[in-house]
């Protein structure tokens, strides 16, 4: 990865149509898919034409979704990258549908139709299997997860349904946490899927005109994934870190479609208020990818600030932009589309979450082996390298190494 960073990624999903939808401009389509990184929006004086990383028309599957949004943040996760997905897109638009799951009384853990969050549980766990499988006792991971809900501005944990609204903090290791929130270790998918399953009974969902079940506050499901790994078995251990952010974000909402009223109005003001946070810091760190200099105001929003290194920090993110093909959806899904070729030109500096322990006797010896490796090679034995830091590029030669390294009697 080059010094200057790794965009956003953004890919796009239409929704099909609603069937029980029938007047004739539920049934107009004002977009139109031309190619799996193109569409087009039917706008008049001339169609806007939109570049992604991806487009899935209404015929992609689930899988498809997996594989091409979900599965590279997973094996960066595995290997010491923070990573983030987010679903975004009006109320409506088939967000929690991609990221869970449909919303019948089926088992979304085992339906054909499940998700990125339950495709992400299995993969992630099929590749520590793979991993051990591999490595045997040099290698060790610990998985914890938790789940919160951001709702009216107010941070709760849906792993803790009694529990009061939490506070965010922030310190130099940690970075920014909520305070009080419940981790729970896991150690399979099908443990993952039950903490999943408990929280999202604890979310608040309603009925609006758009949506039989809208979501009504913003959920994150975090897993910190821990390893500990040694190159054999007496050798200094590498410790890596790395958090999976699986976002699924409420959708902006119209009055006048919701007909929102009362405690629901309310919510909408909420979600959109903090949906307009989530502009502005977009657009604020476009201006500092154009070479701008912008304050980023991360802690306008509950949101902003808790997923700050997923916005120009320390991870690789994407973005799943959901999108309604009806024309009635004509201004948000334009509004949607506007705003993901936005975040696709933010630029995150993402490095992997490494560091070296062991005893100081282990570190000893291990800088006297890497002596004796110098002393080889200048001897004229074969010429050595080690791989650099993966936020690099080449190769580091023994020589670079060593004049970092401590003296050694």
């Known amino acids: 990865m080059d010094s200057s960073g790794e965009s956003i990624k953004v890919f796009v999903r239409v929704r099909p149509p609603d069937p029980h939808l029938e007047s004739e401009l539920d049934q107009q389509e004002c977009i139109q898919v031309t190619s799996d990184v193109c569409l087009v929006v039917h706008s008049k004086p001339e169609p806007k034409v939109f570049t992604f990383d991806s487009v899935a028309g209404v015929e992609s599957s689930q899988g498809d979704m997996f594989t091409t949004a979900g599965r590279p943040i997973i094996d960066g996760c595995v290997n010491g990258y923070n990573g983030t997905i987010f679903a975004y897109g009006q109320t409506g638009s088939g967000k929690t549908f991609t990221m869970i ?71 130099m290791k940690r970075g920014v946490y909520v305070d009080g929130l419940t981790e729970q270790s896991i150690s399979s998918a099908k443990d993952a899927y039950q903490a999943l399953s408990v929280g999202w009974l604890n979310r608040r969902v309603a009925s609006t005109s758009m949506n039989r079940e809208s979501s009504r506050s913003h959920a994150v499901f975090t897993i910190t994934l821990e390893s500990k790994k040694k190159e054999k078995k007496d050798g200094v251990p590498m410790f890596k870190t790395a958090l999976l952010n699986l976002v699924d974000l409420a959708g902006s909402e119209r009055q006048r479609d919701t007909q929102a009223a009362g405690v629901r109005l309310k919510e909408a003001g909420s979600i959109n208020k903090s949906l307009s946070a989530l502009g502005n810091v977009i657009m604020a760190l476009v201006d500092i990818t154009h070479g701008k200099s912008r304050h980023v105001h991360y802690r306008d929003s509950k949101l902003t600030f808790l997923l700050r290194d997923s916005l120009g920090g320390n991870a690789r993110t994407h973005l799943i932009a959901n999108i309604h093909p009806s024309a009635r959806c004509f201004g948000e899904t334009l509004s949607t589309l506007n705003f993901a070729r936005r975040a696709k030109m933010i630029q995150n500096k993402a490095v992997v979450n490494e560091e070296t322990g062991g005893t100081i006797l282990q570190l000893q010896a291990e800088v006297r082996r890497l002596k004796e490796a110098l002393e080889k090679y200048r001897a004229g034995g074969t010429p050595i390298t080690l791989e650099s830091p993966p936020e690099t590029t080449g190769k580091c030669s023994l020589e670079s190494l060593l004049d970092i390294l401590p003296c050694v009697p």
Do not use: M, W
């Open 101 to 171: 799951g449909p919303n019948d009384d089926s088992d979304v853990f085992t339906h054909d139709l499940r998700g990125i969050i339950p495709r992400s549980f299995e993969y992630l766990f099929n590749l520590i299997t793979r991993e051990q499988l591999k490595c045997g006792e040099l290698v060790e991971f610990l998985c914890k997860c938790s789940f919160l809900e951001i709702y009216n501005e107010q941070v709760y944990d849906l792993l803790d349904p009694a529990s009061v609204g939490l506070h965010l903090r922030e310190n």
